[in-house]
Structures are given as structure tokens and as C-alpha cells.
């Protein structure tokens, strides 16, 4: 039996551990969440990241697609192939995650952009990416039927507005030709996620896209320019 001595220095002991564990303090919020994230431009103005030109129906952000709702929004391209569509940066900002994954039997690439001002924004059904992305993405598990998970990438990627990402999109057995992008207003939301703040990225593209857009059909047959985000 353990002297009382050692059993009283043992419990206390673990009383200092268990103290400093209960009140560890957490780890901070990454820099786009924290307090002293730099203020974004004013107005905030996006490169549009498509040729609009080729555009012929525009997914609303905010709105149910296929049984579930979508924060995001996207282009449809009815008269091009897969390879016909290039999509590019529409501001600087870091490659942080990303997702590649198999739909219809084809490998299909979700990407992750964050700004330093907290606006991110993502691109989904990117079917081939240009080779500065591609080789960043053979670090991600091999891609599953289904599974658009994303994964934070050890290395943060520098992107510059008007880099070229990806050079087809869509799927290319059915020649389905369209890019999901999305963009999130992540200031001040620590540890929340992204889908709870998607905005609508109309308005920030340059006048003349912007209009067009807003002119264009809707894409979904079922919802159609339907949106909780986008105003009419």
C-alpha cells in the first residue's frame, strides 16, 4: 500500500493537470477568421471567372437543386465541349482544400480559394485543372465514387485574379458542360461553415457580366431564378 504521502502528492498532481487541461486556451482562429483580418476592397468586384460569351444559363446561388438546397451558384455552357471553357481566379487569394472525386464515372475537382480579407470561394466540376493545381492535388487520397469531401493541403498555393485554373469542366461522356462556383462571406464567422454563408455574387461582378447574368435563363427547370440569396 502507497504511503499517505505519496498518494496525496499524486492527486495533486493530477488535480495541476487536469486544471491546466480545463482551461487550455484554444488554439486561435485561422487568419482570415481573426479579428485583425484586413478590410477587403469597397466595393468588393470580382473578376468574372468565365468568358461570358459562351455562357447560355446561369444556377442561382441559394436555392434547392436536386432534392437539396445549394449555397452556390454556377454557368452552364450549351453550345461547347468540356474543353472549351476555361475557368480562372476572380481575385487574389490562397488554394487552402480541395476534393477530387468521382461522379458518373469521372474524376471531378472541387476547389477551395480563401482571400486575406475572409471572402472565399470555391469552384466545383472542374474536370481538368492546369498543371500548377494538378500536381498540388496528387497530395489528396485517391478519389472515391461520391465522396466531395475536402481536404486542408499542406501547402498553401498563391493565386493571382485571372490565373488560369482549369481548362474543361463538366463531364465529358455526356458532354454536360457547366461550373458550380460559390463565394462565402467568411468575415468575423469563426468556426462556422461555409455553406451557412454563401452570398449571392451577382452584384459583384464587373456592370456589363453582371447584367447578363441577371438576363440569362435560369439553369434549373425546377427552381429557376427561385433564390434566398439572390434579390430579384
Given at each position: 500500500?502507497?504511503p499517505?504521502?505519496?498518494v496525496?502528492?499524486?492527486l495533486?498532481v493530477?488535480?495541476i493537470?487536469g486544471?491546466?487541461?480545463?482551461?487550455?486556451k484554444p488554439?486561435?482562429?485561422?487568419?482570415?477568421e481573426?479579428?485583425?483580418?484586413p478590410?477587403c476592397?469597397s466595393?468588393?468586384?470580382?473578376?468574372?471567372?468565365?468568358d461570358?460569351?459562351?455562357?447560355?444559363s446561369?444556377?442561382y446561388?441559394g436555392?434547392?437543386?436536386?432534392?437539396?438546397f445549394?449555397?452556390h451558384?454556377?454557368?452552364?455552357?450549351?453550345?461547347?465541349?468540356?474543353?472549351e471553357i476555361?475557368v480562372k481566379?476572380?481575385?487574389?487569394?490562397e488554394?487552402?482544400?480541395a476534393?477530387?472525386?468521382i461522379?458518373?464515372g469521372e474524376?471531378?475537382y472541387?476547389?477551395?480559394?480563401r482571400?486575406s480579407?475572409?471572402?472565399?470561394?470555391?469552384?466545383?466540376h472542374l474536370l481538368?485543372?492546369?498543371?500548377?493545381f494538378?500536381?498540388?492535388?496528387?497530395e489528396?487520397?485517391?478519389?472515391?465514387e461520391h465522396?466531395?469531401r475536402?481536404?486542408?493541403l499542406?501547402q498553401?498555393?498563391?493565386?493571382t485574379k485571372?490565373?488560369i485554373i482549369?481548362?474543361?469542366?463538366?463531364?465529358?461522356?455526356?458532354n454536360?458542360?457547366f461550373?458550380?462556383?460559390g463565394?462565402y462571406?467568411m468575415r468575423g464567422?469563426i468556426?462556422?461553415?461555409p455553406?451557412?454563408n454563401?452570398?449571392?455574387?451577382?452584384?459583384l461582378?464587373?456592370?456589363e457580366?453582371?447584367s447578363?447574368v441577371?438576363?440569362l435563363?435560369p439553369?434549373?427547370s425546377i427552381?429557376?431564378?427561385?433564390?434566398?440569396?439572390c434579390?430579384?
Amino acid at each position: 500500500m502507497l504511503p499517505k504521502i505519496l498518494v496525496i502528492a499524486v492527486l495533486i498532481v493530477v488535480a495541476i493537470l487536469g486544471f491546466g487541461f480545463f482551461f487550455r486556451k484554444p488554439a486561435g482562429p485561422a487568419p482570415w477568421e481573426s479579428k485583425s483580418t484586413p478590410d477587403c476592397p469597397s466595393p468588393l468586384v470580382l473578376q468574372t471567372p468565365v468568358d461570358m460569351n459562351k455562357v447560355t444559363s446561369i444556377l442561382y446561388p441559394g436555392q434547392v437543386r436536386g432534392g437539396d438546397f445549394k449555397p452556390h451558384g454556377g454557368f452552364r455552357f450549351d453550345n461547347s465541349r468540356t474543353d472549351e471553357i476555361e475557368v480562372k481566379a476572380p481575385i487574389d487569394a490562397e488554394f487552402d482544400s480541395a476534393s477530387r472525386y468521382i461522379e458518373q464515372g469521372e474524376v471531378q475537382y472541387l476547389l477551395d480559394f480563401r482571400t486575406s480579407c475572409g471572402i472565399m470561394y470555391r469552384f466545383d466540376h472542374l474536370l481538368t485543372l492546369t498543371p500548377k493545381f494538378a500536381k498540388v492535388i496528387e497530395e489528396l487520397s485517391a478519389a472515391k465514387e461520391h465522396d466531395s469531401r475536402t481536404s486542408r493541403l499542406s501547402q498553401k498555393i498563391s493565386v493571382t485574379k485571372g490565373e488560369i485554373i482549369a481548362t474543361a469542366v463538366g463531364f465529358r461522356q455526356n458532354n454536360n458542360v457547366f461550373v458550380d462556383f460559390g463565394v462565402y462571406d467568411m468575415r468575423g464567422k469563426i468556426f462556422s461553415s461555409p455553406r451557412e454563408n454563401a452570398i449571392c455574387w451577382f452584384d459583384l461582378l464587373p456592370p456589363e457580366d453582371s447584367s447578363k447574368v441577371k438576363s440569362l435563363p435560369p439553369a434549373d427547370s425546377i427552381s429557376g431564378s427561385q433564390s434566398t440569396l439572390c434579390k430579384p
